[in-house]
């Protein structure tokens, strides 16, 4: 803990090199002439006579405006810390330096914060994401885990005030998710979310046994960029089977009783995308089409991935394998087995709490680019 005030001041130097660092690299002039631009498209009279536009614009609008409204006002409390520090010192008093120095503390913390944005430069990170999560080894346990991620992620999105919305569901037969398909739709979505794919492990005793022995289950993540209207995906018909089939849950008014849900099979893969969230088949269709064609973008960049990697003489596995474990017995644990970050709240984490570790993965990721590029 910062007590001194000579400890402070360093502090706030540096946080506040850090934020000017940060300023740099998000050019915020850049984006100030980019508000005004689309303030000046948002107040045209015929703005909504192209709705998908208008959403683009309104969208774009209110994240550039978010992003300078967030750095403003933390180069304002910056200011603010530092001339409660110099009144503290000053007048020798205890209360004002204790208040300084917890402004600093949380200060710390969202510099750190809005640092990780920064580090998120790859060519897809700043779109929105497509998660699917799937149940792996360990039977009707893994179909629960598969649930308990499903909620974990959509009350991180929450949290955030991110909107999402679930595509398909599969359950499974006693409890729990075979698979789920969601999107979540906020700039930079997928950039940050990425770090998140990979296997997940999960420890507890079973719910589901009997007997209340220890039970070891796994679930996938996958995360890829949501597929806009630049990218060159053609599926050509001959390439791609469609079934309708009757939306399934757990039961309820909400079912549906028509053949409404969509099933799409790209062949030459063997990629299957099904969509069932909403009444129309058509919706469905071009709803699961844009999944489909977000997969198909991430076979593409895998397979660029891959040669790059073989030109370079990258012969190191897949760094998502693995990727973190969730243990609730014999203690309490989650642990990234990739940059070691970990706590002892697992209830915390599978209730959306999983910022620390979203942050210790970009950053881990960024420096083993770097190291690759070196």
């Known amino acids: 803990m910062l007590v001194t005030t000579a400890d402070l001041a360093d ?12 300023e740099t690299v998000l050019d915020l002039d850049k984006m100030r002439r980019e508000k005004a631009d689309l303030e000046e498209q948002a107040g045209a009279p015929d703005l909504w006579d192209d709705q998908a536009k208008a959403q683009q614009v309104t969208s774009r609008l209110s994240y550039v405006g978010g992003e300078i409204n967030k750095v403003e006002r933390l180069r304002a409390r910056l200011d603010d810390a530092a001339v409660l520090l110099e009144l503290a010192e000053a007048e020798d008093d205890a209360a004002s330096l204790a208040e300084a120095g917890n402004e600093v503390v949380a200060l710390t913390k969202s ?24 149940s792996g080894a360990g039977g009707v346990d893994a179909a629960d885990f598969a649930e308990m991620l499903l909620r974990m992620y959509l009350r991180w999105a929450e949290r955030h005030g991110y909107s999402t ?60 960029p949501v597929v806009e209207q630049t990218d060159e995906i053609d599926i050509p018909d001959d390439d791609l089977r469609v079934d309708v089939y ?20 790209h062949i030459p893969t063997g990629i299957v995308v ?6 129309s088949q058509l919706q469905n269709k071009a709803t699961a089409m844009s999944v489909l064609k977000a997969k198909l973008l991430a ?65 881990w990721r960024k420096q083993n680019q770097l190291a690759a590029a070196a």
């Not at 706030?12 to 940060?22: F, G, P, V």
């Not at 009757?246 to 099979?265: E, H, I």
């Not at 099904?274 to 009444?279: A, D, F, I, K, P």
Request: glycine content about 8%; aromatic content about 8%.
């Open 165 to 224: 919305d679930v595509y398909d569901t599969s359950y499974a037969e006693e409890a729990g998710l075979k698979s789920a398909t969601f999107a979540i739709k906020s700039p930079y979505a997928y950039g940050t979310l990425s770090v998140e794919a990979g296997t997940h492990r999960l420890v507890r005793i079973s719910p589901f046994d009997n007997q209340g022995r220890r039970q070891t289950s796994f679930a996938a993540v996958e995360v890829v």
């Open 299 to 363: 076979v593409k960049r895998a397979e660029e991935q891959a040669k790059m990697d073989q030109l370079r003489g990258d012969v190191a596995g897949s760094w998502g394998d693995q990727m973190r474990s969730y243990v609730l017995h014999p203690y309490q644990m989650v642990k990234d087995l990739r940059t070691e970050y970990e706590t002892g709240n697992p209830t915390a984490v599978f209730d959306g709490d999983i910022d620390g570790f979203i942050e210790a993965g970009i950053r």
């Open 11 to 22: 502090k706030l130097k540096e946080l506040d090199a850090t934020l000017r660092n940060i």
């Open 111 to 134: 510099v750190e914060e809005l640092e990780v944005r920064t580090l998120l430069s790859g060519e897809y990170d700043p779109r929105e994401a497509l998660v699917t999560i799937r």
């Open 274 to 279: 099904s969509c069932q969230n909403e009444r």
């Open 246 to 265: 009757r939306s399934s849950g757990p039961g309820g008014q909400g079912v549906n009783t028509t053949d409404s849900a969509v099933r799409l099979t």
